[in-house]
């Protein structure tokens, strides 16, 4: 069996996605094509991730592609992200 990163596409704006719901490590978030806007990321077990959730990072603010933005971080509870504008966003992860 071949090990690598699994990975989640974010593409629709004002959304809390679930990307992983287990501990693991945050690899990276790749901006493809012509992504402008923001994504949060939180560890947390909450699809929703509120004020006493841990905040991973805020990646954005105009426009992000080309870019890749690497974290090798470890999360203990899930990975969720939530995003705002135009995004597209692809994050890794095991």
Do not use: C
Not at 6 to 31: E, Y
Not at 39 to 47: A, E, H, P
Not at 74 to 87: D, E, H, I, S, Y
Request: without cysteine; charged residues 10%; proline residues 3%.
């Amino acid at each position: 069996m071949e090990t690598g990163f699994q990975f989640s596409n974010v593409t629709s704006a004002g959304t809390t996605k679930f990307i992983d719901s287990r501990s693991g490590v945050l690899h990276a978030v790749t901006a493809n094509s012509s992504a402008t806007g923001t994504l949060v990321l939180y560890d947390t077990t909450s699809g929703t991730p509120g004020t006493a959730d841990t905040k991973i990072a805020t990646i954005g603010g105009g426009a992000l592609s080309p870019n890749t933005f690497e974290y090798h971080s470890r999360v203990k509870n899930g990975l969720v992200g939530v995003a705002t504008g135009t995004p597209e966003l692809t994050v890794t992860f095991q």
